[in-house]
């Protein structure tokens, strides 16, 4: 019995020290820029300027589907597999769009980086871009993301849109900012384009 209580408490620190590694590693990642220009009490009203982004496309049509094979071909990419055998650093957040005919998985790529100066990549379905800047709203949740937790954040990041007459541009997308095996300070949002004015 004293053995087993030795060894949880063992796993335990162990546990609590790589978690702790993992949070710091993941606050030390080059995170995308953007400027919060209005706070509410349910979301905020961000600027995002323009960046550029390694994205594939996909046919499936749920959060586990495109986490698995979109994430696995974009790191591929950032991991090497492209015409100079480049290792690119790993920046947050990563982007999906998830819709009913097309998804997408974008990462961020670090910003000394443009279309222009990136390596092309050795897998024609990662397309390298460049987004236009645009007024988001945003609404952040902690923990793991699933497709019922997705639905229920987008209909509340709706509903809050609609009582500030705010109107939403396109498609509603979830962005992540933490590897699958950190299990502590988890980070997710879900954004959508709004028409905005300064």
């Known amino acids: 019995m004293k053995k087993m209580i030795i060894t949880l408490l063992i796993v335990l620190v162990i546990l609590t020290v790589f978690q702790s590694f993992m949070v710091a590693s993941t606050n030390n990642i080059e995170k995308q820029p953007y400027r919060v220009i209005k706070k509410e009490k349910e979301f905020e009203i961000r ?19 495109l986490s698995g094979s979109g994430f696995r071909k974009i790191a591929g990419y950032i991991f090497g597999n492209n ?8 920046t947050s957040p990563v982007h999906m769009e998830i819709g009913k005919e097309e998804s997408s998985m974008s990462f961020v790529m670090p910003s000394k980086y443009s279309v222009n100066n990136l390596p092309k990549p050795n897998d024609s379905k990662v397309e390298i871009h460049e987004s236009k800047p645009e007024y988001v709203a945003a609404i952040e949740f902690g923990g793991y993301v699933n497709d019922a937790t997705l639905k229920r954040y987008t209909e509340q990041l709706q509903k809050s849109l609609e009582s500030h007459n705010i109107k939403p541009i396109g498609h509603y997308r979830y962005l992540g900012y933490n590897p699958p095996y950190q299990l502590i300070n988890r980070r997710n949002e879900v954004i959508v384009e709004i028409e905005w004015k300064e």
């Not at 015409?83 to 790993?90: F, G, V």
Request: glycine fraction near 0%.
């Open 83 to 90: 015409e100079s055998s480049t290792k690119i650093a790993m």
């Open 47 to 65: 600027y995002y300027p323009a960046a550029t982004f390694a994205t594939i496309k996909s046919n499936v049509n749920t959060y586990r589907e």
